[in-house]
């Protein structure tokens, strides 16, 4: 759901500085279904993280971290790297 609508949101936004809010006023009033875009791009992402920290949660609780280390370190390597993404898709514009 994140890639497609992030495509679907990149093809009419524009980086400049001068016209970038323009841009994001365009898509969501002017472009159809624009407003569900940007909505559900941004939602979408909202709930990666709750379902993500609520998988991390679980495991913490449950005490996986214990009896499979390898598991979790990849899954750590994972979750640094699915921070690393968020920030610079973030920042990026």
Excluded: C
């Excluded at 890639?3 to 970038?20: K, R, W």
């Excluded at 002017?30 to 993280?49: C, K, Q, T, V």
């Excluded at 214990?66 to 610079?88: D, E, I, N, P």
């Amino acid at each position: 759901m994140q890639i497609v609508t992030g495509l679907l949101l990149s093809i009419h936004y524009t980086p400049e500085a001068t016209i970038a809010f323009n841009r994001v006023v365009h898509i969501m009033r002017d472009e159809g279904a624009g407003w569900a875009l940007r909505f559900g791009h941004a939602n979408g992402a909202r709930i990666f993280f709750i379902v993500l920290y609520t998988h991390i949660g679980r495991s913490l609780y449950y005490g996986r971290y214990l009896s499979k280390k390898a598991t979790w370190l990849v899954g750590v390597a994972m979750y640094l790297a699915v921070m690393a993404t968020a920030f610079l898709g973030y920042v990026l514009p």
